[in-house]
């Protein structure tokens, strides 16, 4: 089956994925699903997939990149200290301790190849995560930190990953070259994903403001800056998942300074969206689609030990996630008691980390599409040619360590977070009003001086002074609205949330007309197309508030 009938059966599988979830009675992950349905197609189609491992790690490139973009920043600042231990310390606490578990556990896996396992373990899934916590009441801080250590880790997860695969390949590791191999890694792939998207931003944006702006071709710059990051970072030998990270956080910072129009900020969020959801549902089909083989291959690997028989695969699986989740608590632990004895003395005071906060921090540990990518990277054979020692049985525990923390997740979390509320946060409330508060007296003042600059040809006079009337009134009322409840935050939510139903109600309304009028041929094709469009464009403006 040639490639790109290969692509568009993936494709197909994960649309399909996605429809069977919902159809579902039951709440199911979307992962269970694209893993089953891979499962399924292998099996009754036949239908396998060959790729060169380091093609998996390519494709992450982008997915990573979209993290760094999207992640908030000001989060990332505020508590760079926690998200640091837990990106890079827990990282290298969980190799280390579950490197040597799973080798204690199954001699027959090298140690290399066991540290290769736990450092495609290590890393957290942020997107999944988010899909979990969504569902009970966390405070936006801990979803906040989460995100930030799911961004980190990944890229310290799989640069410790490549370590250990070079160290199996080879037979030989020595602390100090790796640690000088690792600096130029870190830093090399930072400083050219910063290079690469900086030059990149800066060069769309002269070309945007001589020669107008595309936006066709700035989706397309944005799709072409991880991988340009990632492929020169790796020709010379350092990390391009850094590379990835660093262009998307970059990227962030050139979306904050507002030089891409609505238009294109609108259309490519889109496509990116479209991009992640496609993504990380390849992966899983992939996955499910090399299932049978890998669990086969895996089941040959155990014979070699006292413990013959699949059954023992499942106990392996069980055995590791339960050696993580006591590794990330003590982790979790030790790092919140010693933030928490550092700060006894300052202004700012914490409670004691109580057991549902430790255990909802090591629970929400899910892993993800990154593991899963980073497992398949293991190479087919070694420098001199024989196989990759356990590689499918690593492949199979990878994948069971994804399925059984979704699990422990899904199921755990609202028990441990049970009875517990969300904490408000009121200066964040604080700041979002006091920006639309000066985002409307910016309005109005914009307004004002139109009016007042407004050239005395220009006619008619009157109708413009009355539309303008009319729009400044709509912002005086929301700035009045915005000032009298300020004190009131509940009051000042509820009548926003009143205002954009009301507008939405409208909106899909005027939608619906215009597609009756349109069926009933009383509109020509283009021109409803147009007037559907600036609808779909003011909707998608209150759906995001």
Known sequence: MDAFTVSLLLIASVVASSILARMSPFVLPLPFVQIALGALIASVFDFQVHLDPST???????????????????????????????????????????????????PAMPLAVAFALASAISPTDAVAVSAIVARVPVAKRLVHILEGESLLNDASGLVCMRFAIAAAATGYFSITQAFGAFLWVATGGICIGTLVAFLATRGKDWASRRFGEETGSQILISLLIPFGAYILAERVEASGILAAVASGIVMSYEELAGRASATTRLQRTAVWNALQFAGNGVIFVLLGEQLPTIVSGAADVVQETDHAGQLWLIG????????????????????????????????????????????AASLAGVRGAVTL??????????????????????????????????????????????????????????????????????????IEQRLQNMPPSQRPVDLQMEIAARVMELYRQRLENRIKTGTNTDLA???????????????????????????????PEELTSQLIREVDLLESRFSTL
């Not at 827990?90 to 190799?95: D, G, N, P, Q, Y």
């Not at 006591?326 to 300052?346: E, F, I, K, P």
């Not at 990878?398 to 979390?413: D, E, K, M, W």
């Not at 509820?494 to 939405?504: A, F, P």
Request: no cysteine.
């Open 56 to 106: 998996f790690l390519l494709f992450l490139a982008p997915l990573l990149f979209l993290d760094g973009w999207r992640t908030p920043k000001d989060g990332l600042l505020r508590d760079k200290g926690t998200i640091a231990a837990l990106a890079f310390g827990l990282v290298i606490f969980t190799v280390i301790g579950a490197g040597y578990f799973i080798h204690w556990m199954i």
């Open 316 to 359: 392996y699986v069980l055995a590791i996630v339960l050696a993580l989740l006591v590794l990330r608590a003590l982790w979790v632990w030790g790092t919140l008691g010693l933030m928490l004895l550092r700060r006894q003395d300052s202004d700012e005071r914490f409670q004691t980390p109580t057991w549902r906060v430790v255990a």
């Open 373 to 446: 990518a980073g497992v398949f990277a293991l190479p087919l054979t070694l420098n001199d040619g024989s196989p990759f020692p356990a590689r499918d049985l690593a492949i199979f525990l990878a994948a069971g360590v994804i399925v059984v923390s979704l699990i422990a997740a899904n199921l755990g979390l609202p028990y441990v977070l049970a009875g517990v509320t969300a904490l408000p946060e009121p200066m964040r409330q604080r700041e979002e009003d006091d920006a639309r508060i000066a985002a409307a007296r910016a309005a109005i003042e914009a």
């Open 493 to 523: 939510r509820s009548m926003s949330e009143i205002e954009r139903e009301l507008h939405l109600i409208a909106i899909r309304a005027e939608r619906a007309e215009l597609y009756r009028v349109a069926h009933d041929n009383n509109l």
